[in-house]
């Protein structure tokens, strides 16, 4: 099992910088395939980014070219970059960890990207 914890989020200006952590702890945190969702206001939840335990990584095409995902296994941690933040990025920010059949969740993290 694995109890994930998100950070980083709050009130980001467009074109500024977001940076959002997701710490596991209770297992093996390098053999999980990790991944970043999101839920926008009043909108279906969806895929933002995830990496597999090898690396590879796969993006949303509302978020191809603007954000980055990468892990440190050292740290138990994969964390979501964005340099170029939109307002219709505005959304609940929520990783998981997925293995075989098993997934954990976070409890998620507001991001609201405004001036």
């Known amino acids: 099992q694995v109890q994930l914890v998100e950070s980083g989020g709050g009130l980001v200006q467009p074109g500024g910088s977001l940076r959002l952590s997701c710490t596991g702890s209770?297992?093996?945190?390098?053999?999980?395939?990790m991944t970043w969702y999101r839920q926008p206001p009043g909108k279906q939840r969806e895929l933002v980014a995830s990496?597999?335990?090898?690396?590879?990584?796969t993006y949303g095409d509302s978020v191809k070219g603007r954000f980055t995902i990468s892990r440190d296994n050292a740290k138990s941690t994969v964390y979501l970059q964005s340099n170029s933040p939109k307002p219709e990025d505005t959304a609940v920010y929520s990783c998981?960890?997925?293995?075989?059949?098993?997934?954990?969740w976070g409890q998620g993290t507001q991001v609201t990207v405004s001036s």
């Open positions: 998981s960890a997925r293995l075989s059949n098993y997934e954990y």
């Open positions: 209770g297992s093996i945190f390098s053999l999980y395939t």
């Open positions: 990496i597999t335990s090898g690396g590879i990584t």
